[in-house]
């Protein structure tokens, strides 16, 4: 781990990602969707003024697909299992999971658009190509990995469900390392789209 000095841009970001997301999930569910969509737009914008983007190292249409593909349908494998274990244990955190989907799962048309469009590009361009990025260029990748993960899953300690913390943690631990290896920001979008469709469309896990 190396010597840290002291990233302004990133605590900003950091900061800010709380303050909106404190907004977002405080007592505001009939418009989630529309304060979520705007706060991301926001941290999409900071995080472009603020970072330089990476160029990605060249790979073919081909493994494009197929990693982006491939690690969506892995990352879906693994909260399926997570989620038959919590059924097993003795704590209501599998009840969290059906909460969490009544309350955010997308039910419109533009929701569906938002979460192609906004969200998902920009939670990876936010949490990965900005705040890991710039943890990459202070420490260990490995530190950087986690720490970004930790970073993501709190901005969602204000949807009161653990779950969702818990969920954005292996998530982004999972996004993390594929990048780290790849740096690939359009491979990553491909793999959250994937995630997404099989866990919010197609094979709905609650």
């Given at each position: 781990m190396t ?9 900003s970001s ?8 404190f907004?977002?999930?405080h ?9 979520y ?6 941290l ?8 330089k ?11 494009f697909l ?12 693994i909260?399926?299992?997570?989620h038959?274990?919590l059924?097993?244990l003795?704590?209501?955190?599998d ?6 989907y ?12 938002v ?5 998902i590009?920009g939670?990876?361009i936010?949490?990965?190509?900005f705040?890991?990025k ?8 490995k530190?950087a990995i986690l720490i970004s993960?930790?970073?993501n899953?709190s ?5 009161d469900?653990?779950?969702m913390m818990?969920?954005a ?11 780290a ?7 990553l ?18």
């Open positions: 010597k840290l000095s002291v990233d302004t841009k990133l605590i950091i900061i800010l990602a709380h303050i909106l997301l907004i977002t999930f007592d505001h569910h009939a418009v989630f969707w529309y304060l969509s705007g706060a991301m737009l926001f999409i914008s900071f995080s472009i003024f603020q970072g983007a990476e160029s990605n190292a060249k790979k073919s249409f081909f493994q197929l990693y982006g593909i491939l690690s969506g349908i892995v990352l879906y494998l909260f399926w299992i997570g038959f274990l059924t097993l003795p704590t209501d955190l009840q969290q999971v059906s909460h969490a009544k309350r955010f799962s997308p039910e419109l048309l533009w929701n569906y658009i979460l192609i469009i906004i969200l590009p939670e990876e936010f949490w990965r190509g705040v890991q710039r943890l990459m260029n202070l420490m260990n990748d530190f993960a930790l970073l899953a901005v969602f300690l204000y949807a469900l653990p779950i818990i969920a943690f292996v998530g982004s631990l999972f996004w993390g390392i594929l990048y290896k790849k740096r690939d920001l359009s491979m979008i491909l793999s959250h789209l994937i995630f997404d469709l099989l866990l919010l469309v197609i094979f709905p896990i609650h």
